[in-house]
């Protein structure tokens, strides 16, 4: 199977930042899911260790799709410098897959 699949992580300051960037994600058709779980993430940030509560967001997107979910994380994001990490799906449920194609398809119409 060629690369035609993703997922997309990124994480959130918080839960309501997260539920609003998750909505207008899949209300914009860049993915088809997003699932989301709260986090202790620990980091170095300007030489500083830092410990954050954050939300983490695993968003699943088709490979097509990733340049226009980069821009608009990016864009909406309230990290000046956002993690945006494309992870590829080689392999998957047919019927899940076929979903995920058609839901973000961008000249979808409902």
Known sequence: MKEEYCMVVTTIPGMEEAENLAESILENRLAA???????????????ELQRE?????????????????????????????PEIIRIPVTAGLSGYLDWLRTTTASDRRE
Do not use: N
């Open 33 to 47: 899911c997003v699932q989301m779980t709260g986090i202790r993430s620990f980091f170095l940030w300007e030489g």
């Open 53 to 81: 509560a954050e939300v983490l967001l695993l968003i699943k997107t088709t490979v097509s799709r990733y340049s226009d979910l980069e821009s608009y994380i990016s864009e909406y994001h309230p990290y000046d410098v």
